[in-house]
């Protein structure tokens, strides 16, 4: 059974950063294309950035595209979304999500998913 865990978030004052991590067990970590979607509320939950099993190609949303980064170390069962330049409109529920198929498939969508974390918590304020 594959578990992701995500931590990190926290309260932050815009413009500010949080680091996000999600570490994985119990599957073969450097075979999953990895995602971050984020759920506001009221809101869906929407893509915000997936990276691909090697960690050398990556896709942003738009909206967070030149503020948010992400890495992976598969040595540490490991995913990292730096989020830097905070806006209010940042504030959601970010979850960690796995992609146990082949290729990359519709990786906007949910579920194009397999495994997913509990979600952490990144408020920003004004």
């Known amino acids: 059974q594959v578990q992701l865990v995500e931590s990190g978030g926290g309260l932050v004052q815009a413009g500010g950063s949080l680091r996000l991590s999600c570490t994985a067990s119990?599957?073969?970590?450097?075979?999953?294309?990895m995602g971050w979607f984020r759920q506001a509320p009221g809101k869906e939950r929407d893509f915000v950035v997936a990276?691909?099993?090697?960690?050398?190609?990556?896709s942003y949303a738009d909206s967070v595209k030149g503020r948010f980064t992400i890495s992976r170390d598969n040595a540490k069962n490991t995913v990292t979304l730096q989020m830097n330049s905070l806006k209010p409109e940042d504030t959601a529920v970010y979850y960690c999500?796995?992609?146990?198929?082949?290729?990359?498939?519709?990786?906007?969508?949910?579920?194009?998913?397999?495994?997913w974390g509990q979600g952490t918590q990144v408020t920003v304020s004004t």
């Open positions: 999500a796995a992609r146990n198929r082949l290729g990359w498939g519709d990786f906007r969508r949910l579920g194009e998913y397999d495994y």
């Open positions: 119990g599957g073969t970590f450097s075979g999953y294309l």
């Open positions: 990276i691909s099993r090697s960690g050398g190609v990556t």
